[in-house]
């Protein structure tokens, strides 16, 4: 499939995104719940009848597998994970006794996830768009990493000190030509 695609024209190729958009979001709507991931987790909202309560709920979080369901009934959602979790860093809640909200940490934090459940319909993780992240998002290591790359190519605060003396000099000397000097 991606073979001829690289083969179609862009008018064919935004009509053909355009239904598997479509496509996607009809099969994630059929779904007995939604979900939002980013890269290290991934959120699932379960509607549960009102009035629930947390005694009532089976949630079996484990490596690999998800059950979510009322005692003695049909689960709502049961089946293996499309990746497998960090199982003591994942977590459920009941809110406003009508959802399950089951937190899920990824044990591979640099990759989208295709599905929740193997047996469910994928999405396109190629054409997920992420929000912008935060520094303070970043694990420790990772944040200095990135201050270090955006400080790089930017003035130290004596060369600023430097500039703003020059400029303060040029305007207060308007006749002098400072246009071929090389200042170090």
């Not at 709502?76 to 497998?84: A, K, M, S, Y």
């Not at 469910?120 to 290591?141: A, C, V, W, Y």
């Not at 930017?154 to 030509?177: C, G, I, N, V």
Request: proline fraction near 4%.
């Amino acid at each position: 499939m991606a073979d001829d695609y690289d083969k179609l024209s862009q008018e064919e190729r935004e009509a053909r995104d355009k239904a598997d958009r479509e496509r996607e979001t009809r099969e994630q709507a059929a779904l007995p719940y939604t979900w939002r991931q980013e890269l290290g987790e991934v959120d699932i909202t379960v509607p549960v009848p009102k009035g629930t309560r947390a005694r009532d709920l089976v949630v079996v979080i484990q490596k690999k597998t998800l059950k979510v369901g009322l005692r003695g009934k049909e689960n709502f959602l049961e089946g293996e994970l499309c990746q497998e979790i960090k199982i003591e860093e994942s977590t459920w809640t009941l809110e406003d006794q009508q959802s399950v909200l089951v937190h899920l940490e990824k044990l591979n934090r640099q990759q989208w996830w295709e599905n929740v459940l193997t047996h469910h319909p994928k999405i396109d993780t190629r054409k997920i768009q992420p929000e912008n992240s935060k520094l303070s998002d970043l694990d420790g290591e990772t944040r200095g990493m990135v201050e270090k790359m955006m400080q790089l190519g930017k003035p130290t605060s004596d060369e600023l000190k430097k500039m703003e003396a020059l400029k303060k000099f040029q305007a207060a000397h308007p006749e002098l030509d400072f246009s071929k000097a090389k200042i170090s």
